[in-house]
């Protein structure tokens, strides 16, 4: 049985969008959300949730499998396609101690349930912060033919019309907090299955507007000494652009390296404080030096 989790961890997860649109502003004509002094592409966290939850069901959590065992369930989720209000989910259980029992998705992120004599707001113990590129991103207005004509009869097919940036790498940086797991009953299973939801989860974004996601590197820092991080990983990264590349012209991977030195001091620095550094990375990533495990 796995055991609810002890340890503070520190996470910074990249990947990169390719010719696709990473995080639709729903209220600037669903443009790649990017800012404006730095031009950077934004993602919210909430995207990366949606991807993780997206895959954790596709996965098996959605109630009884084929063989008739339970796995669990995803708390947000829409039903046959379609977004499902609180009120309806909230027939999927019973009360508080139900409630965290059988949604991953609240023993990692928390939920509210709203619903009369069901009503609690729990925090969860998986927070991360705003994504954003490493470095300036271009944005593209492309025009395209519909698929269908605007009339029966009429000879002339619809026109669209979409965003999408040519190239970003995204990072983003998390913490889990151990105290908050008590609360939730996180396990070391469900971090794991977090874990895979962020790496495979975006790996398998294959729809048309996200198709172009790979994930590049996931690293994930566990404490020994409680209330301890180190906070602004991701801050610690830079790219270094090949040479005559600018870096908003990034269209591959290829096309920079990643500079781990100071990173790599901040672990060094605070060896005393860390039980372990766990690195995933695809073969592609180029790195100034290898992440600093500490000889895990």
């Not at 997206?54 to 369930?73: I, Q, W």
């Not at 989860?201 to 820092?221: F, M, Y």
Request: proline share 3%; charged share 30%; with cysteine.
């Amino acid at each position: 049985m796995s055991t609810i989790i002890q340890k503070r961890s520190e996470l910074i997860f990249l990947y990169d969008a390719k010719r696709c649109n990473p995080n639709g502003d729903p209220m600037d004509a669903n443009r790649p959300r990017i800012d404006e002094e730095s031009g950077k592409c934004l993602v919210t966290d909430v995207r990366l949730k949606r991807t993780i939850r997206d895959y954790l069901y596709e996965k098996g959590y959605h109630g009884k499998t084929a063989e008739g065992n339970f796995k669990g369930d995803i708390f947000i989720r829409d039903e046959d396609g379609k977004p499902v209000t609180g009120a309806k989910r909230a027939a999927a259980y019973k009360d508080k101690a139900d409630f965290i029992n059988k949604f991953i998705d609240v023993r990692l992120f928390g939920g509210v349930s709203a619903a009369k004599g069901k009503s609690f707001n729990i925090t969860g113990p998986v927070q991360f912060g705003m994504g954003c590129s490493l470095h300036e991103v271009k944005e593209n207005f492309i025009k395209g033919t519909g698929a269908f004509a605007t009339k029966e009869g009429a000879e002339q097919r619809t026109f669209r019309e979409e965003y999408n940036i040519t190239y970003g790498l995204i990072g983003f940086h998390g913490v889990i907090n151990e105290n908050a797991a008590k609360h939730t009953q996180l396990t070391e299973q469900d971090v794991e299955e977090l874990l895979d939801g962020m790496w495979m989860g975006t790996k398998n974004l294959l729809t048309r507007s996200k198709k172009g996601h790979a994930p590049r590197l996931l690293l994930k820092i566990d404490y020994s000494e409680p209330l301890f991080f180190i906070g602004d990983l991701l801050e610690r990264l830079s790219l270094e652009f090949n040479q005559g590349k600018k870096q908003e012209a990034v269209d591959d991977i290829g096309d920079f390296v990643i500079d781990t030195r100071a990173l790599n001091a901040l672990i060094e620095k605070y060896a005393d404080k860390i039980d372990r550094v766990n690195v995933i990375m695809d073969d592609r990533v180029k790195l100034s030096a290898p992440i600093n495990t500490l000889n895990a």
